[in-house]
């Protein structure tokens, strides 16, 4: 399946990229999708543990089940005034 990830921040910086499409088997959850995307960018790897995701522009966890053509989005911990 297809999906689109969305990333934010240091992130983006990271990829190169805010957005990428990238397949995704049946099933899959967005910790799997998470793991993808460490695989190819392995700096992202230390962000596990502080960042939120989000299905389809609604916040989820790391079990959610993703399906074709969802968009995931990861978003890194912001500070600012």
Same mark, same amino acid.
């Given at each position: 399946?297809?999906?689109?990830?969305?990333?934010?921040?240091?992130?983006? *910086?990271? /990829?190169?990229?805010?957005?990428?499409?990238?397949? !995704? %088997? *049946?099933?899959?959850?967005?910790? !799997?999708?998470?793991?993808?995307?460490?695989?190819?960018?392995?700096?992202?790897? %230390?962000?596990?543990?502080?960042?939120?995701?989000?299905?389809? !522009?609604?916040?989820?966890?790391?079990?959610?089940?993703? !399906? *074709?053509?969802?968009?995931? /989005?990861?978003? %890194? %911990?912001?500070?600012?005034?």
């Amino acid at each position: 399946m297809r999906i689109t990830i969305r990333l934010f921040a240091r992130l983006r *910086d990271i /990829a190169g990229a805010g957005e990428l499409v990238r397949e !995704a %088997p *049946d099933g899959a959850s967005v910790g !799997a999708v998470w793991a993808g995307l460490v695989e190819e960018f392995p700096e992202l790897s %230390p962000y596990q543990k502080s960042i939120s995701c989000a299905v389809n !522009a609604d916040y989820s966890r790391f079990t959610a089940a993703v !399906a *074709d053509g969802d968009e995931v /989005a990861f978003l %890194p %911990p912001v500070s600012g005034g």
